[in-house]
Structure formats: structure tokens, C-alpha cells
């Protein structure tokens, strides 16, 4: 057995001292999660299916901690196999992951957008100016300024 599943067997058996049902319950996972990778076009990648186990296994230990343990088998079986990044409860998250590569990647391509901001120094309007979040998640993001007349560049 792998190390993989020896963890989240422990994990389920810090939440339920019955070694059968944890059995059963790391078998349901893993064979989910295997039914899973092979329905995908990813499953030659070497280690893919212990690496998309381990990620699947947590998140669902993570539930099965809130429900009863008479009721996990009823509950896996309901839910099927959805990897929490996958399911709709994270489209939100998951769009906000996807601008901020996007952000990287026009940012690496150069100006990120040109508006009606007006220079200080030369009172133009060819300023570029992109936003980064610079210090903690709970404060307001930075705001970078260049002007591609005069150079000046400044932040706010």
C-alpha cells in the first residue's frame, strides 16, 4: 500500500476508531479516485493517480468529518467523485486563480491598461497602470503608474 493511502487511512481513523469501516471507506476513495483518472486524458502522467488521490481523499476526509460515520458510505456514494477545484462551490476561487495567471501573463507582455489616467508631471494620458496586492489579503491593493511620455512612475 501506498504511503498515500496509509495517510489518509490514519486520517479516517482519527475520526472513526472502526478499522473495517476506515478500510472500506479508503477502498471507496481510492477506487473512485482511480475511475477517475482513467476517464481523464492525464492518466499517463507518472504518479497522476496518487497524486490526484491524496488531493480527492483529504478534501473528502474533510467532509466526512461533519457527518456522522453511519452515514459515509451513504454519502460518497450520493456525492460521486468531484474534486472540490472541479465542483461549482469553487468557481468563484477557481476564476479569480485563472486572472491572476492571466495578470502574469499580460504582465509579462507589457502595459497592462491604458485609461484616462493624466500623468502628474506632463499632464498626458499615455499612463499604463496595473494593480498588485502587495501587503496582506485584508488591505487594499497597490496601484502602479507609468508614464510613457515623461517616465515618471509612481504608486498609489
Known sequence: ??????????????????KALTLEIESILFK???AYVASREENTIPNIL??????????????LVEIPSTSWKEYLSSTGLCILWDSQAYSVYRDQEYKKRDFQIMLSMGGIKTGDIICKKCKNKSVTYYTLQTRKADEGSTVFYNCF????????
Not at 481523499?57 to 467532509?63: D, I, M, N, Y
Open 50 to 63: 496518487h497524486d490526484t488521490y491524496k488531493k480527492f481523499a483529504f478534501e473528502r476526509v474533510g467532509e
Open 1 to 18: 500500500m501506498k504511503a498515500s493511502r496509509v495517510q489518509i487511512l490514519r486520517s479516517l481513523r482519527t475520526i472513526e476508531k472502526d
Open 32 to 34: 473512485s479516485t482511480k
Open 149 to 156: 511620455t515623461c517616465g515618471m512612475k509612481w504608486k498609489e
